[in-house]
């Protein structure tokens, strides 16, 4: 399972969304669930973090990026209780597992 990428990157990339406004792009993880929770619990950043932006690589498949869903919302979202510490506008942004 990878979380925003390839899984290689071990540090932060700074880049811009305009010419007045930074944007740091966080560093990519990708690993077996059991793993991506300490790694993701041991990250100061996403921690504190209040969102958090999941991509999906688009030529593995729907059926591999369905399971890559399923695998976070049951198994690491709740170990690291994103879905008791968060505040949504709405239930319709929870995931129905977090409902």
């Given at each position: 399972?990878?979380?925003?990428?390839?899984?290689?990157?071990?540090?932060?990339?700074?880049?811009?969304?305009?010419?007045?406004?930074?944007?740091?792009?966080?560093?990519?993880y990708a690993?077996?669930?059991?793993?991506?929770?300490?790694?993701?619990?041991?990250?100061?950043?996403?921690?504190?973090?209040?969102?958090?932006?999941?991509?999906?690589?688009?030529?593995?498949?729907?059926?591999?990026?369905?399971?890559?869903?399923?695998?976070?919302?049951?198994?690491?979202?709740?170990?690291?209780?994103?879905?008791?510490?968060?505040?949504?506008?709405?239930?319709?942004?929870?995931p129905a597992?977090?409902?």
């Amino acid at each position: 399972m990878a979380i925003s990428g390839r899984g290689s990157e071990e540090e932060d990339k700074i880049g811009f969304l305009d010419e007045n406004t930074r944007a740091i792009f966080g560093r990519s993880y990708a690993a077996e669930p059991d793993i991506l929770i300490e790694q993701l619990r041991n990250d100061e950043a996403i921690v504190e973090a209040d969102t958090l932006l999941l991509t999906i690589s688009n030529p593995l498949g729907v059926a591999y990026n369905a399971r890559v869903m399923e695998a976070l919302l049951t198994s690491v979202a709740p170990a690291l209780v994103w879905c008791a510490q968060s505040q949504p506008h709405s239930l319709r942004q929870l995931p129905a597992i977090c409902r």
